[in-house]
């Protein structure tokens, strides 16, 4: 590497903010890592930070770590993440009553300082630095100072407001992905490092609300989302809750499946949910999209993934949307449905495990013979033709 490169990250102790050092010390940056303590209740969280440091420094990778103590500041906000006698509500992280983990103005705060860190760096070693953060596609509405166009703005006015600010750059590597998009990352950036996954991530913390020994119940939103990253990469959770991984895991399954079906319920139609949620069947030629005919994409009513490309529908008499053939990619899931005294199989969403319909063995022999029968309101379609 011919000029030194150098990264600032605001480093939590979390699984994002940790995802994000080992993302550019895989790239052979030069990082320096502020941890903030704030007055959290799970200050715990700092600790956490310096044993991960530490475990580089022992692996002879070797970063700079700042804390900076804003305990007298925020004091003075209002948050359950700070405030002693205010309860850390459980449950989903998309769910409004998560409004009171937010802190005032937190990352406005916290960016004002990493972006200070890095302009005097910037100048030090006259070279241009990056701020990585850990924005992504999952970070919720109820955290608007997360979002891109919050980042968008704030480096904005820091850009007009200093000297020399055009050597500091904001960086956002996981902005188009989700948590199991870092924790992929951070896989990724391991082997790069000659480091152990599980050694890491048991030095992270992700729970608002630890015991004693630093162990989260693992009912808090944030550690429902932790848990399930780790489930969607096929990873235990190197970290120990306060009772067994499957007792946990099996936890936060079912709050998300309690909370995605009250989604349904509410922005889908009382027969759209009937079809996709309980594997309900439309009555047969009723469906909207059984005489589309447009070049297009038919994708899954509740979550977009794409099933069928619309060359591959046919007009099968049956009465509801056919196709002889699945988008490669679509993976769709086949399980045998004995209900009604039948044999058949069943097809579902792979992504969001929406009821789709059937498939049954009398369709058109030259496209090997299957009939996909779909039901339209699992649907919906995207028209190549309404985009050009
Ligand atoms: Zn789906």
């Given at each position: 590497m011919s000029a030194e490169q150098f990264a600032v990250i605001s480093l939590s102790g979390g699984m994002d903010s940790t995802s994000l050092v080992l993302h550019y010390l895989s790239k052979q940056y030069n990082v320096t890592a502020i941890s903030f303590n704030y007055g959290q209740k799970h200050v715990i969280e700092i600790e956490r930070a310096k044993s991960f440091v530490q475990f580089l420094k022992d692996s002879n990778i070797h970063i700079q770590h700042?804390?900076?103590?804003l305990t007298s500041a925020m004091e003075l906000f209002k948050s359950s993440l700070i405030s002693k006698n205010e309860e850390i509500p459980t449950g989903h992280y998309e769910e409004s009553q998560m409004k009171s983990t937010v802190v005032p103005n937190r990352n406005a705060i916290f960016s004002s300082i990493v972006f200070g860190k890095a302009l005097s760096i910037a100048q030090e070693h006259k070279a241009s630095v990056k701020i990585g953060l850990g924005v992504h596609s999952g970070d919720h509405a109820i955290y608007p100072d997360c979002r891109p166009e919050f980042y968008d703005a704030i480096s904005h006015a820091f850009f007009?407001?200093?000297?020399d600010s055009e050597r500091v750059t904001f960086d956002l590597p996981y902005l188009h992905g989700d948590k199991t998009t870092i924790l992929q990352d951070a896989i990724d950036s391991c082997k790069l490092l000659k480091l152990e996954f599980d050694e890491v991530f048991k030095r992270t913390?992700?729970?608002?609300?630890?015991?004693?020994?630093?162990?989260?119940s693992g009912k808090t939103g944030s550690d429902i989302e932790r848990i399930l990253a780790f489930h969607s990469i096929g990873r235990q959770d190197p970290i120990d809750y306060q009772s067994s991984w499957e007792e946990v895991l099996q936890h936060a399954l079912q709050v998300e499946?309690?909370?995605?079906?009250?989604?349904y319920k509410s922005t889908l139609t009382d027969l759209e949910y009937y079809v996709t949620r309980k594997s309900g069947t439309e009555r047969p030629f009723t469906g909207l999209l059984l005489t589309e005919k447009r070049d297009g994409t038919f994708t899954c009513k509740c979550c977009d993934h794409p099933l069928f490309d619309s060359n591959s529908k046919f007009d099968s008499g049956c009465g509801w949307p056919s196709f002889h053939t699945e988008l490669e990619q679509a993976n769709i899931v086949r399980i045998e449905d004995l209900s009604h005294g039948m044999i058949r199989i069943e097809v579902r969403c792979p992504k969001c495990d929406a009821h789709l319909g059937h498939v049954f063995n009398?369709?058109?022999r030259e496209f090997g013979g299957e009939r996909y029968c779909i039901n339209s309101v699992s649907m919906n379609f995207e028209s190549k033709e309404d985009n050009s």
């Amino acid at each position: 590497m011919s000029a030194e490169q150098f990264a600032v990250i605001s480093l939590s102790g979390g699984m994002d903010s940790t995802s994000l050092v080992l993302h550019y010390l895989s790239k052979q940056y030069n990082v320096t890592a502020i941890s903030f303590n704030y007055g959290q209740k799970h200050v715990i969280e700092i600790e956490r930070a310096k044993s991960f440091v530490q475990f580089l420094k022992d692996s002879n990778i070797h970063i700079q770590h700042e804390i900076a103590d804003l305990t007298s500041a925020m004091e003075l906000f209002k948050s359950s993440l700070i405030s002693k006698n205010e309860e850390i509500p459980t449950g989903h992280y998309e769910e409004s009553q998560m409004k009171s983990t937010v802190v005032p103005n937190r990352n406005a705060i916290f960016s004002s300082i990493v972006f200070g860190k890095a302009l005097s760096i910037a100048q030090e070693h006259k070279a241009s630095v990056k701020i990585g953060l850990g924005v992504h596609s999952g970070d919720h509405a109820i955290y608007p100072d997360c979002r891109p166009e919050f980042y968008d703005a704030i480096s904005h006015a820091f850009f007009i407001g200093n000297w020399d600010s055009e050597r500091v750059t904001f960086d956002l590597p996981y902005l188009h992905g989700d948590k199991t998009t870092i924790l992929q990352d951070a896989i990724d950036s391991c082997k790069l490092l000659k480091l152990e996954f599980d050694e890491v991530f048991k030095r992270t913390i992700t729970s608002y609300e630890p015991d004693g020994e630093g162990r989260s119940s693992g009912k808090t939103g944030s550690d429902i989302e932790r848990i399930l990253a780790f489930h969607s990469i096929g990873r235990q959770d190197p970290i120990d809750y306060q009772s067994s991984w499957e007792e946990v895991l099996q936890h936060a399954l079912q709050v998300e499946a309690k909370f995605l079906d009250e989604k349904y319920k509410s922005t889908l139609t009382d027969l759209e949910y009937y079809v996709t949620r309980k594997s309900g069947t439309e009555r047969p030629f009723t469906g909207l999209l059984l005489t589309e005919k447009r070049d297009g994409t038919f994708t899954c009513k509740c979550c977009d993934h794409p099933l069928f490309d619309s060359n591959s529908k046919f007009d099968s008499g049956c009465g509801w949307p056919s196709f002889h053939t699945e988008l490669e990619q679509a993976n769709i899931v086949r399980i045998e449905d004995l209900s009604h005294g039948m044999i058949r199989i069943e097809v579902r969403c792979p992504k969001c495990d929406a009821h789709l319909g059937h498939v049954f063995n009398d369709g058109p022999r030259e496209f090997g013979g299957e009939r996909y029968c779909i039901n339209s309101v699992s649907m919906n379609f995207e028209s190549k033709e309404d985009n050009s």
